[in-house]
């Protein structure tokens, strides 16, 4: 599976940004597509995250809930993340990342992009 993460850049704070992901080769029908982000000097930190099968909703960290949300187009097998009210403890490398179900811990994803830079500053 390769997974091509975009959409980072410089954003004022109370701005908003979507970032995509991109994912190919799923062999397998249902998968999960999530986001961790990793803050300098900081450990990688899980955001949120959406599996194909529409029956079950996506799955948010406490603190992203009601400013960040996650959707997929299944046909295109792309992820998106709308993040609204940034502020500057939200800069980091944002990294997507694929798995079979959804996980909140990095071991769970088997599959991982290579990061897009989000910079929150005035």
């Known amino acids: 599976v390769q997974l091509q993460a975009s959409g980072g850049g410089l954003v004022q704070p109370g701005g908003s940004l979507r970032l995509s992901c991109a994912a190919s080769?799923?062999?397998?029908?249902?998968?999960?597509i999530g986001w961790f982000r990793q803050a300098p000097g900081k450990e990688r930190q899980w955001v949120l995250c959406i599996a194909s099968n529409d029956l079950v909703d996506p799955y948010y960290a406490g603190w992203a809930k009601g400013r960040f949300k996650i959707t997929l187009d299944n046909t295109k097998k792309t992820a998106f993340l709308q993040m609204n009210g940034l502020n500057p403890e939200d800069t980091a490398v944002y990294f997507c990342?694929?798995?079979?179900?959804?996980?909140?811990?990095?071991?769970?994803?088997?599959?991982w992009g290579q990061g897009t830079q989000v910079t929150v500053s005035s």
């Open positions: 990342a694929a798995a079979k179900i959804c996980g909140t811990k990095d071991t769970s994803y088997d599959s």
């Open positions: 080769g799923f062999t397998a029908e249902n998968y999960a």
